[in-house]
């Protein structure tokens, strides 16, 4: 039988692995067997730049904590994984893939993208889409055309009407 102090840690344990799930825009489960120590470190610090964190429950432990959200993950709690919780959706979710691509060990698996459960494709797509400051220099330059556009019918007109 456990002792009351190890079921109060392990309490607390789920209680944060709620906290983060319910906080976070972005939580993906992903394999990690395999990495080095310093490999592992170097995930967390590209996470931590971008708002995200890594971490590592034991499946027993994110299964209570996923049943209690009344989140089904069951075939994806074998074996060892870490999480990762989020806040910026995108930017975590592009380190993540970033890292993965690099490193053949890490295989992302499945994740909760602002409450919903997402599959590895759903997963891929968002981490497809361009950065903030790409999908804005996209619309500038969209909008920019229609200026040179307009810019070169005056420009043709002026011209018909010095003739």
């Known amino acids: 039988m456990a002792s009351q102090a190890n079921l ?12 983060n799930i319910k906080n976070n825009d972005a939580v993906v489960l992903f394999t990690y067997q395999g990495l080095t120590v310093a490999e592992l ?4 610090v590209a996470l ?7 971490k590592i ?5 994110l299964k209570i904590a996923l049943d209690e959200l009344k989140i089904n993950l069951d075939g994806f709690l074998e074996g060892p994984n870490a999480i990762m919780f989020g ?11 970033k890292f993965a691509k690099e490193h053949d060990k890490v295989g ?27 999908l804005l220099t996209m619309l500038a330059g969209g909008m920019i055309q229609y200026v040179r556009d307009l810019a070169i019918g005056l420009n043709l007109y002026a011209e018909q009407l010095e003739k």
């Open 57 to 61: 429950y034991k499946n027993t432990l």
């Open 108 to 134: 992302i698996r499945v994740g909760i993208i602002s409450g919903d459960v997402a599959d590895c494709s759903v997963i891929k797509e968002y981490a497809s889409i361009p950065s903030r400051d790409g």
């Open 8 to 19: 109060e840690t392990k309490k607390a344990i789920v209680a944060e692995i709620i906290d």
């Open 41 to 44: 470190s170097e995930l967390r």
């Open 87 to 97: 806040k910026d959706l995108l930017g975590s979710i592009k380190a993540l893939d």
């Open 48 to 54: 931590h730049e971008c708002g995200g964190e890594a």
